[in-house]
């Protein structure tokens, strides 16, 4: 499925204008934890996180992601989102708080795996 | 050893807005140079767990890189404080990050066992007191070199 | 949904307080930060985590949580282990990771606020 059909099927709000939204996602991770992610998580799959530092749109792009889900209506710095932009990493939020939203994704089939 | 390539980027302890710029410049580095996407991300992933270890726990560094033809070698060298137990800091889980840094989504024990696990070799030595080399190596022939 | 078919579902294992396992669990919510797991916003609720200190299982008796589930196989050590049973906090761990773990029980009906069928 397509960053796009999530981002629609979920009203995600994108925050970086002009990103590649047609990106396949292969599925999710959800981690707080960098090294966790920069462990574990697997190309092309979608991050559900709450960090908004900019060392998680370096994370994303090591990994190859396609995009990073920010919850609690938690907002990206400035700094976050101009590297977000240079690295053309998808950021997206949502109010959902964790729990809601995995299970949502998991619904749409995505899988952690 | 010959390197075509080398270079260095100095860290800076707890300059946490530039974290990961050094292995970001070394991703942009190995990719013009046409190595493997697979190669560059394990190579990236490990020195960013590396800069990153150095930024939170070190004073101030170096991360040093050298690309042969045979492979890519990065040596990280700080001016302390030093690894007391490195046996332990090896131990997955195994944490000496203040809660702050925790709760930045860092310490969480995971670094240096990552960096390990995408080498193809990897040492460490740490003098507490003074401070901490860490050296790994990818090859680009992951055919006639890889350690099981 | 019991805590006995949340160990099902999640093909879990059982740390601590095995004879608890018809405790009733309205609502979860999941953390791999401390700070996320000291927001009390997680009363009488399912903890989901990967944290496995003795921290959060003191701060689980404090905001009331029901039971903690780890993931990942994530496991505490015997102290924490013990000091959850004696503050009668089942523990269970599962291997699936936090991800599989939420879509399960989301998919089952479990959700972070009781009363909300969707948001």
Not at chain 1, 58 to 77: D, E, F, H, Y
Not at chain 2, 113 to 135: F, Q, W, Y
Not at chain 3, 19 to 41: E, H, K, Q, T, W
Request: net charge negative; hydrophobic share 40%; proline share 3%.
């Amino acid at each position: 499925m397509k960053l796009r059909d999530l981002i629609e099927n979920l009203s995600l709000e994108v925050k970086t204008p002009g990103a590649n939204l047609d990106r396949e996602v292969t599925g999710g991770y959800v981690s707080d934890l960098l090294s966790d992610v920069l462990g574990n998580a697997h190309e092309g799959f979608v991050w559900i996180t709450l960090q908004v530092h900019l060392n998680v749109v370096a994370v994303a792009s090591l990994k190859g992601l396609s995009g990073i889900i920010l919850v609690n209506s938690r907002t990206p710095g400035e700094d976050t989102l101009k590297k977000a932009l240079a690295e053309k990493i998808p950021i997206m939020t949502t109010p959902l708080p964790t729990f809601e939203l995995v299970g949502r994704l998991y619904a749409l089939g995505l899988r952690c795996r | 050893m010959n390197p075509d390539s080398e270079g260095v980027f100095f860290l800076t302890g707890k300059d946490f807005t530039n974290a990961g710029a050094a292995s970001s410049n070394l991703k942009g580095i190995l990719e013009n140079k046409g190595v493997p996407q697979s190669i560059v991300r394990r190579a990236c992933i490990a020195a960013f767990e590396a800069e990153m270890n150095l930024i939170i726990y070190a004073v101030a560094g170096m991360m040093r890189y050298y690309i042969t033809t045979d492979m890519i070698k990065v040596v990280l060298q700080d001016m302390g404080p030093g690894i007391a137990d490195i046996e332990l800091a090896m131990k997955e889980g195994y944490s000496t990050a203040p809660d702050y840094i925790r709760e930045m989504g860092f310490g969480s024990g995971m670094g240096l066992p990552n960096i390990k696990k995408n080498a193809d070799k990897m040492s460490i030595n740490s003098v507490a007191g003074e401070g901490t080399t860490l050296e790994f190596v990818i090859y680009l022939d992951q055919n006639a070199n890889r350690n099981s | 949904m019991t805590l006995y078919e949340i160990k099902g579902i999640l093909n879990a294992r059982i740390l601590a307080r095995k004879d608890d396992m018809n405790v009733d669990i309205g609502r979860a919510y999941c953390a791999d930060l401390m700070s996320d797991v000291l927001a009390f916003s997680i009363t009488s609720s399912l903890l989901i985590t990967g944290l496995t200190n003795t921290q959060v299982i003191r701060t689980a008796e404090v905001a009331d949580i029901k039971a903690i589930v780890f993931v990942q196989n994530k496991r505490p050590d015997i102290e924490t282990i013990a000091l959850a049973d004696g503050k009668k906090i089942p523990l269970l761990v599962t291997d699936f990771s936090m991800f599989d773990t939420c879509g399960k029980l989301y998919e089952r009906g479990l959700r972070s606020r009781s009363g909300d069928t969707d948001f």
